[in-house]
């Protein structure tokens, strides 16, 4: 009699340890119900056996596990779930997606929400990589961890980079092709994950299709790597800025293929689908309230005002100046609103000079083109329409050694001349400002020998002869090869020797204006003057009118003459200069060459030392 109880004992224990195997190495949810999971975050079981991991609140994240661990020894499992990822309004977009995650622990309170699908956390330094494999649902294309830019399928494994990845469709033996399907559809949707040990394939299907003969996605892993001991298996889901109402229907899983159990698509749960909000039936007029139609008229007039004074002040931000004259120079004028735009609105930072007649800003236009754009205040009513032609006629001026003129633009009190842009700035930033590289010897004569050239092509080349009248360091610009540009034709004009002097300004910068400007008005002499003026200014480095210095040297030109009588010339130069300073006969003749058509240089200084 012992001897049969201990063997009844002996087979019962033996038929308890194999059911109690059989249980944890495999389980089947037709719906949650019954199911015991470990959830968190938004993760949920709702009435009717849904299993929701996320609602509609953004950036969360919800978790669901199966409780039971298990040996990752034998290192294969089968798993088939459905689930449907609801987006908050039909045809919306929605995030971020699910995965179907393998983790040696339940606790992923560490991972980020948003494109790591609560699987995942954003890299710190320090921090290592977890072990785990996700299966994803990606709903929300996501370029920095995988290079397809639309909603995918992704094998993950320790990091939210894909490993392998594919627009979601299924094959269709019938068409011989894939099918795509729409993850953010509503629809549930079948998903089965496949690892025997080498090999991890997943496929996807609808609801109404067997499980494809061909999986979307194959990937020889070895995860034995990965997993040493025991691991747990569920799902992990996150919203972002979009959301999406997550559920999983059904679960099953199984350690063995010939153990695996299919799920009953009859049995399971139907997700709610978005609705569109129905439209509400119209009050009757009758019911309309007085105090109601009174606020909707407000509101119009008010929105009314808000659009005509965003209307009046984007036509003021751009208001320009046209009178029906300025047409036969139309190809010659731009809009104040490309020139505003190509100057970031005139901001400071585009600010490369400031003189007294106006600002200067650094601009570019469509195709990379960089100007400057000159801003100068005038008065419209007295002789606006011969400047503007002045202006028009000097841009036609063709000569390697003045800035072109490009054209101009008005807008109220104040006028726009553009130019090219001369990338070394002027050329008084190298002589006042310290700006590097300082300048040679030899390449001050090639600057002044260029002046020179712009000088005589403005009075003998160009027809009729154009005055510049405002000849100075500060207006001479210099190009990327570093050659002399005379520029700035804000106060030029055309010469005349028929003009009536009382009609002629006296126009300048003092230091550079000649005696004889007051009594006998401008002319290419005084242009001349203010040249010479210039040649001093550059050879001895400093301004033609210097307050601060003792009054013998405050006059450039007078002190230079004074000099020369008392044979200590080579004292004005440039200090900065040191021995590159020659005296040699051909630096002489150099000197003789540039001056040789301005003698009127000389009489102008006598004239004013006398």
Known sequence: MDCTLHLVLIFSCIYLTCLSSQQETRFVYNGFDQADLFTDGLAKILPGGILQLTNTTERQ???????????????????????????????????????FVVSPSMNLSHASPTQYLGVFSIPTNGTSSPHLLAIELDTVSTVEFDVLEKPHVGISVNSPLSVESALPSYFSSALGSNVSINLLSGEPIQVWVDYDGTLLNVSLAPINIEKPNRPLMSRSINLSEIFEDKIFVGFSASTGQLTSNQYILGWSFSRSKELFQA???????????????????????????????????????????????????????????????????????????????????????????????????????????????KRLSHDAEQGMKQFVAEVVTMGSLQHRNLVPLLGYCRRKGELLLV??????????????????????????????????????????????????????????????EGNGRLGDFGMAGFHDPRANLSSTAAVGTIGYMAPELITMGTSTRTDVYAFGAFILEVTCGRRPVEPELPVEKQYLVKWVCECWRSDSLLETRDPRLGGEFLTEEHTLARFLTIFSRYRSFYASVNASII
């Open 263 to 373: 799920l009953d698509l009859s049995k399971l749960p139907q997700a709610p689908l978005p609705h569109d909000e129905p439209e509400k039936a119209p009050l009757p007029k009758d019911k309309l309230s007085p105090l109601l139609i009174g606020l909707v008229v407000v509101l119009v007039i008010l929105v009314l005002i808000v659009l005509g004074g965003l209307y009046l002040y984007r036509r003021n931000k751009y208001a320009e100046v046209r009178e029906s004259w300025e047409r036969e120079y139309g190809p010659h004028r731009f809009s104040y609103k490309s020139l505003y735009k190509a100057t970031n609105g005139f901001g400071r930072d585009g600010l490369i000079g400031r003189g007294g007649f106006g600002e200067v800003y650094k601009g570019t236009l469509p195709l990379s083109r960089h100007i400057a754009v």
């Open 61 to 99: 994240v919800g978790h669901a596990f199966f409780k039971q661990s298990f040996d990752f020894a034998p290192s294969e499992f089968f798993t088939h779930f459905v689930c449907a990822l609801v987006p908050p309004k039909l045809g919306a977009d929605g995030g971020h997606g699910i995965a």
């Open 419 to 480: 130019s090219e842009y001369m990338p070394c700035g002027s050329l008084d930033q190298y002589l006042f400002h310290n700006r590097n590289p300082s300048l040679s010897w030899l390449q001050r004569i090639s600057i002044l020998n260029d002046i020179a050239s712009a000088i005589s092509y403005l009075h003998t080349g160009a027809s009729p002869a154009v005055l510049h009248r405002d000849i100075k360091a500060s207006n001479v610009m210099l190009d990327s």
